[in-house]
């Protein structure tokens, strides 16, 4: 994994950021101990964070919670923060690509709770990850490019809602919490980062009868936003679908509720 323009967690321990690796390490104790506070770790949580980098989160989250594993992919990192977060705690590193850990064979039945700051390059794979293993997963705290959070969170009629957007509501609850400038980072990132909280809803609940349809569906509907869902789902929804449904073929993928986008494809899943 090579987490390009990427904020990484510091004041743990300094080393140098590597710009081959666009990393930009938290610094700002105030931003620091907002995320912490946003994660309110409890008795019990299994809690696993994503790119530790220097240990700006992690240390303050095993001063309030003394057991935590972290993936790092960086492996100039793992003898450093082995070392700093002996006297405070217990330290499990997964030194691997994040995209190939498997989240509920961690999680060995007992939900976790992910945190971290994710690589912008690949924010978008590791969410969609996150979401096949969601049902072992109870939350999710990230740092992201604000863009990305924007789109996770955005409404129909959005000029940036769209298939991440209804793919991540589908299955969670979504919530932008607060912006975090580019001075809070060293050295600063371009761009405005931003936290966001996404807790897995109960899959009984979600009502999507086969998840598979469901994001080729999606997909489709956003592949070409100017054209109606009418061209847009040409051979996956008939207009039988949309009379079944409600939804109006000649509408496009950004005006319709995420609801919407389950009902069209529960309604064509056995046909498609």
């Not at 705690?89 to 709770?113: C, K, M, N, W, Y």
């Not at 050295?187 to 405005?192: F, G, L, Q, S, T």
């Not at 807790?199 to 349809?213: M, N, S």
Request: charged content about 20%; aromatic content about 6%; proline content about 8%.
């Amino acid at each position: 994994m090579n987490p390009s323009h990427s904020p990484r967690a510091g004041a743990g321990f300094t080393a140098p950021a590597k710009k081959q690796l666009g990393q930009h390490f938290l610094a700002d104790a105030h931003y620091v101990e907002k995320i912490v506070l946003a994660v309110n770790p409890r008795p019990g949580d299994r809690l696993v964070e994503i790119g530790p980098g220097q240990g700006a989160i992690t240390f303050p989250l095993l001063r309030r919670h003394p057991q935590l594993t972290v993936i790092e992919f960086d492996r100039d990192l793992i003898s450093p923060l082995t070392a700093a977060a002996a006297p405070l705690g217990e330290l499990t590193i997964v030194h691997r690509d994040v995209l190939q850990v498997d989240f509920t064979e961690l999680a060995g039945g007992s939900p976790i709770r992910l945190v971290g700051n994710l690589p912008y390059n690949i924010s978008s794979p590791i969410l969609f990850h996150a979401l096949e293993h969601a049902a072992a997963i109870s939350d999710m705290t990230f740092m992201l490019q604000k863009e990305v959070v924007d789109r996770m969170a955005a409404g129909p009629g959005s000029k940036v809602y769209g298939r991440l957007s209804v793919m991540l509501q589908a299955w969670c609850q979504v919530t932008s919490l607060f912006v975090v400038p580019p001075g809070a980072f060293r050295p600063p990132p371009k761009v405005d980062s931003a936290v966001v909280r996404l807790v897995p809803r109960d899959p009984a609940t979600v009502g999507i009868a086969d998840p598979q349809h469901f994001a080729h569906l999606v997909k489709a509907a956003f592949g070409q936003r100017r054209k109606t869902l009418r061209n847009a789902l040409n051979g996956i929804v008939d207009e039988a679908g949309f009379a079944a449904t409600g939804v109006r073929s000649d509408a496009r993928a950004e005006q319709l509720e995420v609801a919407d986008f389950i009902a069209l494809a529960n309604a064509t899943a056995t046909t498609a």
